[in-house]
């Protein structure tokens, strides 16, 4: 199968510093119909170096409607307008990004344009039904 459909946006997001000081940082936003139940998430560190998480492409939409995630990627839309995204690693701490709820509703809205939820599913389900292993496992 030959993929070729991704969302890219590249967006504006305010990271907390601590306290009510926020410093503006460009967030890169990608979906892949090769991978269509995740979005990519990655934002520069440094001149060389990327911080990136990957999350169900559902998380997102359950973020933006309220508070969502129970992992390293959780989403709280607040009265603002705005959603505050914190993405954590363990032991080495978060960061914490609000981000404009409209700009990530456009965003989402791309992606099911492209690839809808039925569609999602068929792709992982042929993916699936391509390895061998499916088929040598015994069921009763």
Known sequence: MR????VER???????????????IEVDLAFYECDP???HLAFRISEERWIHWTFARDLLVEGIAGPAGDGDVR???LDD???LVEVSVPERGAARFLADIHELTTFVDQTYHEVDAERAQAI???EI?????RHSIHRP
């Open 3 to 6: 993929y070729d459909v991704t």
């Open 10 to 24: 590249t967006l504006l997001f305010e990271m907390s510093t601590g306290g009510t000081t926020t410093v503006p």
């Open 37 to 39: 139940l995740a979005v």
């Open 75 to 77: 989403f709280w839309p």
């Open 81 to 83: 307008g705005s959603v």
């Open 124 to 126: 992982v389900e042929e």
């Open 129 to 133: 039904g391509q390895y061998p292993w």
